[in-house]
């Protein structure tokens, strides 16, 4: 018997799934990087959540409430939700995998948009389930496209909207037609991760399908606009028998004291929310016409990025940036090689962004 043959072996699919490659952010150097890899808050977070982060200092040595009741009430109160429908998770990331770990494994379909967020694929490898990635139409969720995917295997859809990384918005008309025309035991997953960022008035979060589908459920993240990526905290609103369903699955402690102290008194600062959101308009929009006279196609974007068209040269001006010390996402693995994702900074950081991408193309050309 060769030693290999009794060495562990895990499930599986599990060493087909590749380690999620996060943005990158860091310099051997002393230049400041410009970090516009990952969709987080450039201003930090709100001062009381931090606050609140390092008064729960004095308790490290206590259990957290497992049922995280304080901020279950606080979000119940502030987006007029039921309470028992609200689970939180170690970021929204968890909750997508408790929920494909719950609804989904061997034989079992996982649709999602051709460029939808990554996780959805990785996380339905992970439970041995297939990922099927459904085309979109002008890098926008195809309703049409995905309804007619559905097969007796799928089990979950996972969609994320505004979309990470298209920046792209689906029409509350066309999640209505979505969730009226999937049948009811497939479970809907709407990602709503940007919503705060969505000016929109038409759009919808997923809270109104959730109030009337048992099958329908909307996650959010403390990691984006909240600026609290750091803590890891995001939230679901689950119809209640699945929130019964993912409060078995989930660790008993698995959101930590000092995330539900912070996520807290985030919920509380509509100043530093509003704030952001509104540098953030002011500078995509800033951003979106330095770049268009650089002749690069943007998609229009609903989010605190933009995905910009760079062609064949993508990965090089990736990796000139990178030598300026400005990181930006790339976008191979979305099966977008000829985009970079770039995230709205600072007023100074898009300035440098724009300086080094004027003198990278001015070299080229
Ligand atoms: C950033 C992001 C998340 C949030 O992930 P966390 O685990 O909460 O940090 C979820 N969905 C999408 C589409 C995102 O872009």
Not at 51 to 79: C, F, N, Q, V, W
Not at 126 to 144: F, H, M, R, W, Y
Not at 301 to 327: P, Q, T, W, Y
Request: with cysteine; proline share 5%.
């Amino acid at each position: 018997m060769s030693v290999t043959s009794t060495a562990p072996m895990p499930r599986a699919g599990i060493l087909d799934l590749s380690p999620y490659i996060g943005g990158e952010g860091r310099l051997t150097q002393g230049v400041v990087p410009v970090r516009l890899a990952s969709n987080e808050n450039p201003r930090g977070c709100s001062p009381l959540a931090r606050a609140a982060y390092l008064a729960a200092a004095e308790d490290l040595h206590r259990y957290p409430d497992g049922t995280a009741s304080g901020l279950r009430h606080a979000i119940a109160d502030k987006y007029g939700i039921t309470f028992e429908q609200i689970v939180c998770g170690a970021g929204s990331d968890e909750l997508i995998a408790l929920i494909l770990r719950a609804y989904a494994g061997p034989g079992d379909e996982v649709i999602h948009s051709r460029h939808g967020f990554l996780m959805y694929s990785v996380a339905a490898k992970a439970v041995g389930a297939k990922p099927i990635a459904v085309d979109e139409k002008n890098l926008t969720t195809d309703v049409t496209a995905i309804l007619a995917a559905v097969t007796p295997q799928t089990k979950v859809i996972m969609i994320a909207n505004p979309n990470n990384p298209t920046g792209s918005l689906l029409a509350a008309s066309e999640v209505e037609r979505l969730v009226k025309g999937v049948p009811p035991h497939v479970v809907i997953v709407l990602d709503a991760a940007y919503a705060e960022y969505v000016e929109d008035g038409a759009y919808n979060d997923g809270s109104r399908w959730v109030a009337s589908h048992s099958n329908v459920i909307m996650l959010r993240t403390f990691s984006k606009v909240h600026g609290l990526a750091a803590l890891r905290l995001g939230w679901g609103y689950f119809p209640p028998a699945i929130a019964d369903v993912i409060n078995r699955l989930r660790g008993p402690f698995n959101v930590s004291v000092p995330a539900q102290a912070a996520g807290i008194a985030a919920l509380a600062d509509d100043d530093f929310v509003a704030a952001t959101v509104e540098k953030n308009t002011r500078e995509r929009g800033r951003l979106a016409v330095a770049l268009e006279e650089m002749r690069l196609g943007i998609v229009p974007s609903a989010g605190n990025f933009l995905l910009v068209h760079f062609g064949a040269e993508a990965e090089r001006i990736r990796l000139a940036l990178k030598d300026k010390g400005i990181f930006v996402r790339q976008m191979g693995a979305y099966e977008l090689p000829e985009y970079l994702r770039i995230t709205v900074g600072l007023k100074a950081d898009n300035d440098r962004l724009i300086a080094a991408l004027e003198d990278i193309l001015a070299k080229d050309a």
